[in-house]
């Protein structure tokens, strides 16, 4: 059994940063890609962004181009969303979940463990 870790959430300032931790148990994580979603109040779960089992390869969705970055520890079984440039639109509980299809994909069905999530909150 995989148990995927979540922290870092919080309340901040458009504008402000903040960095989000996924942390797993088990000794197969670097085996594996890494996903982030976030899931707004009323709207579906959306991809955030990934990275592959080498953290040598990065995707993001286009709304977070630019203003996240995805990196990976292998070594402390952790995988980073750093959040700049936040927007209120960015509000919602965060996600991390472990890909079983080999690389980052946006389908969510293709992930098999899920964190319990992070809420971020951006005020205007």
């Known amino acids: 059994q995989v148990q995927l870790v979540e922290s870092g959430g919080g309340l901040v300032q458009a504008g402000g940063s903040l960095r989000l931790s996924c942390t797993a148990s088990g000794r197969t994580f670097g085996n594996y890609a890494m996903g982030w979603f976030r899931q707004a109040p009323g709207k579906e779960r959306e991809f955030v962004g990934g990275i592959n089992w080498s953290g040598g390869s990065t995707t993001y969705a286009d709304s977070v181009k630019g203003r996240f970055t995805i990196s990976r520890d292998n070594a402390k079984n952790t995988v980073y969303l750093q959040m700049n440039s936040l927007k209120p639109e960015d509000t919602a509980v965060y996600c991390c979940?472990?890909?079983?299809?080999?690389?980052?994909?946006?389908?969510?069905?293709?992930?098999?463990?899920w964190g319990q999530g992070t809420q971020v909150t951006v005020s205007s």
């Open positions: 979940g472990r890909s079983v299809s080999g690389i980052a994909t946006m389908q969510w069905e293709l992930y098999d463990y």
